[in-house]
């Protein structure tokens, strides 16, 4: 099978032309480095199914960052038929040395200029010809977001494929070669490319004058969260209430009467396991899929690395920097992807205190937690602030084990980073994304909470003699072993079972309490709001925020950091931290009389 | 000749020298700072933060330290 890797330097639409291509939905945004690992796809071009290949973006091909050597090490270990090399047209001055560096490897390659509405736009202008003959390759201007030109540069391509290209091996020999091309780089723009003379992006300016003030800047950034959340909460909430009130219908008209001849533990595990479980967690999915909506929009917006700028400073003092703070807001979608975008840091210090304070970002997972636990103990006018006050909190602990590790990890790591210019998602791409978050929800809903839904079912459900729930079945007796360490901080035996599979995964932590309770919806919420004072269910939001995020992310740690030591340190201390801030405060709120 | 940390927003300079380590040259290179280049500073983060430079097509935000190892001339 025919290879093609597409090869560019960061942010240069690579992901972006790769889905449009082969109809993948690679993560795209306006961020260098959202790409940090291979990914793969197959495509029917001119009569012969291709593989081709969406890798991290490189700056160039001597790169010591983790990102970029992984490009490096593909270089080294696969047949290549043909590379296609993914510029951003309007920046090719200082580009297009990655296509000469690719060409000096001897592997056939075609150049695509990609973002061609952002150069027209700018009164950037080419002379492909020109260009092609002194490069000695195909140069086409594409534009990945909006398809121009895609489909024939997939046909320049296909007439490529057949062409003579070195081994992995005579690579491998290459790339220890090193030779200078800025001033071969140099002749060709300056014959090629017509820049106008005046070249200021004015919208992109105007916005960054007001959005990176001196002083207004911060105060706008928290601002704009507090809005983009207020608006996922205000949308979200009446979809999800109105879920959860169709799934409770469809119990008691439908599935009630279907399962009424059924033995009564299998309609039992069946309604009180399985449909609750799964149905309480379900209903907060319109609420995620917005949550990610926004998200890709902030994403793709390049406001991102903006806030990198503002809070470098803020940073440097915590022994970390603007891309770190970055990588939290990703955490707050998914920790798994966040610790994973660090690949782009060199100093294996910058990147382990990096990976060290982002499972405390408050990831949707937890939020899906907090939405339910703050809808059942607080009025809705409460709500939100509640829920806003757990993200300074995480915001907080995370400052705090910065400052706390930053001497054990200490890094001279140079920042430095590109501004893109201020983007907008096409509806295609924030379809696309959305879409996405919803099969990943389900292949982990598929896989974590049925079977943990169960386990909860089980647990509190055996041995069979003694009532559901109750301090004789087996949850009851973890309950009661587990309460020296709990009680202190206001924990209780059911909210204890929930937190243990919490563990595995937050999905699991709504619909363990749903089968605990043997309740769904509202009614669930009424029978807990009587159980727990708001002082209780704060510290068990606490608990949840600060202890480890799930198995995926202490998986994701293992291998980012191949040290199970370090995993081992990022659990301890979170498991610890958890316990002393939910502690410090239920003693604190009893203490004052709550 | 001084070096691009001292320059004001809103002035121009020319990049003279690069005072770096290979793989920090490479990277400074592959972003547009090259010997020769025309280099803006657009503006400076509040509490001695990053610069915001610009650099032909491209904007780019450094650390002041990083910012030191530039070298410019201003004319
Ligand atoms: N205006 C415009 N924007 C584009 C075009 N192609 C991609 N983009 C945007 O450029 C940004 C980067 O796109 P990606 O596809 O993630 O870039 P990448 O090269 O994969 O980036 P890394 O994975 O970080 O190396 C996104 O905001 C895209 O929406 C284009 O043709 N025109
Ligand atoms: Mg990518």
Known sequence: MKRIALLGMPNTGKSTFFNRVSGASARVGNWPGITVDLMAAKLLLGGHIVEIIDLPGIYDLHGFSDDESVVRHFLENNDVDLAVIVLNG???????????????????????????????????????????????????????????????????????????????????EQLKND???????????????????????????????????????LPLFFAAMYLLFQFIFTLGTPLQEGIAWALDLFRADVLEPLLQPAPGWFSGLMLDGIYNGIGT?????????????????????????????????????????????????????????????????????????????????????????????TATLFTPKQAPLVLFSLYMVSFATIFLTAVIYKGRYSSTEPF?????????????????????????????????????????????????????????????????????????????????????????????????????????????????????????????????????????????????????????????????????????????????GY | MSDLSQLQPGAYAVICGIDADESLFQRLAALGFRIGKKIEVIRRASFNGPLHVRIGTTDIILRITEARRIQISQQ
Request: glycine share 6%; hydrophobic share 50%.
């Open chain 1, 281 to 373: 967690v379900a209903a907060f999915i319109p609420i995620i899929v917005l949550f990610f909506l926004v998200m890709t929009m902030v994403e793709d917006s390049g406001y991102l690395s903006r806030a990198a700028f503002l809070v470098d400073a803020l940073m440097a003092k915590m022994g970390l920097d603007g891309r770190g703070f970055v990588m939290m807001l990703m955490g707050f979608g998914c920790n798994v992807p966040a610790l994973m975008g660090t690949r782009v840091m060199r100093s294996r210090n910058m990147r382990l205190l990096t990976m060290l304070v982002i499972p405390l970002s408050l990831c949707s997972a937890r939020l899906q937690v907090f939405l339910f636990m």
């Open chain 1, 416 to 592: 430095i980073l590109e501004l893109p210019p201020y983007r907008f998602p096409t509806p295609r791409q924030i379809w696309l994304r959305g879409w996405q978050e919803v099969r990943h929800f389900l292949t982990r809903a598929s896989k974590f909470i049925i079977i943990g839904v169960l386990l909860v079912w089980a647990l509190t459900n055996f041995p069979s003699d003694v009532p559901a729930a109750s301090a004789g079945t087996i949850a009851g007796m973890i309950g009661t072993w587990l309460a020296p360490v709990l009680n202190p901080v206001g924990i209780d035996g059911q909210l204890a079972i929930a937190l243990i599979f919490g563990f595995v995964a937050k999905e699991i932590v709504v619909g363990a309490l749903a089968v605990i309770y043997g309740l769904q919806g509202d009614a669930l919420m009424q029978v807990m709001a009587t159980k727990l004072d708001w002082v209780q269910g704060m510290s068990f939001m606490l608990f949840t925020l600060i202890y480890t995020p799930c198995l995926s992310t202490i998986a994701t740690l293992k291998n980012e950091s191949k040290s199970i030591g370090f995993m081992m340190l990022s659990l301890l201390w979170s498991l610890g931290l958890a316990w002393v801030v939910s502690f410090v405060f239920y003693q604190t709120a009893r203490a004052l």
């Open chain 1, 90 to 172: 309007s920046q090719i001055d200082r580009q297009l040395s990655l296509a000469l560096q690719v060409r000096a490897l001897g592997l056939p390659c075609i150049l695509l200029l990609n973002m061609s509405d952002e150069a027209k736009k700018s009164g950037i202008t080419f002379n492909l010809p020109g260009m092609q003959q002194q490069l000695q390759m195909p140069v086409m201007q594409i534009s990945a977001k909006h398809g121009n030109g895609c489909a024939e540069a997939l046909k320049e391509a296909a007439r490529h494929l057949a062409e003579k290209h070195p081994s992995p091996a005579d690579i491998r």
């Open chain 1, 179 to 217: 030779d200078t091309i800025e001033n071969q780089m140099e002749a060709i723009v300056k014959s090629t490319v017509h820049y106008p003379a005046q070249l200021d992006d004015v919208v992109t300016s105007r916005i960054d004058r007001v959005l990176l003030h001196p002083w207004l800047g």
